[in-house]
């Protein structure tokens, strides 16, 4: 079992950026790949980002390349997600996500939320125009 707790979160302005950190507690962080996933209201809960087991590989939805970028740091049990130029439409309850399954980073369906087995509880990112 995995606990995952974001933070971060808040209301700004367009442009302005952002940083989110989601802290886990109870296994062996470095065993999970770690994914970022966003719920804007109305829409349906989307792939942001995610990060291998060692931080070496990355991978990003097309909304966000560019703009954004997911980190870790093993030894603080902690996964970062650095929100740059932030627009209107990145508005939404940002979550983030852990599993221990390779295969879907391997065959490239890491954009899937039942690839995930742990999930927080979200954090509000609001950004205004």
């Known amino acids: 079992q995995v606990q995952l707790v974001e933070s971060g979160g808040g209301l700004v302005q367009a442009g302005d950026s952002l940083r989110l950190s989601c802290a886990a507690s109870g296994r062996t962080f470095s065993n999970y790949y770690m994914g970022w996933f966003r719920q804007a209201p109305g829409k349906e809960r989307e792939f942001v980002a995610a990060?291998?087991?060692?931080?070496?590989?990355?991978y990003y939805a097309d909304s966000v390349k560019g703009r954004f970028t997911i980190s870790r740091d093993n030894a603080k049990n902690t996964v970062y997600l650095l929100m740059n130029s932030l627009k209107p439409e990145d508005t939404a309850v940002y979550y983030c996500?852990?599993?221990?399954?390779?295969?879907?980073?391997?065959?490239?369906?890491?954009?899937?939320?039942?690839?995930?087995?742990?999930w927080g509880q979200g954090t509000q990112v609001t950004v205004s125009s």
């Open positions: 996500a852990a599993t221990q399954r390779a295969s879907p980073f391997y065959s490239g369906t890491y954009y899937n939320e039942p690839t995930y087995d742990y």
């Open positions: 990060i291998s087991r060692s931080g070496l590989a990355t």
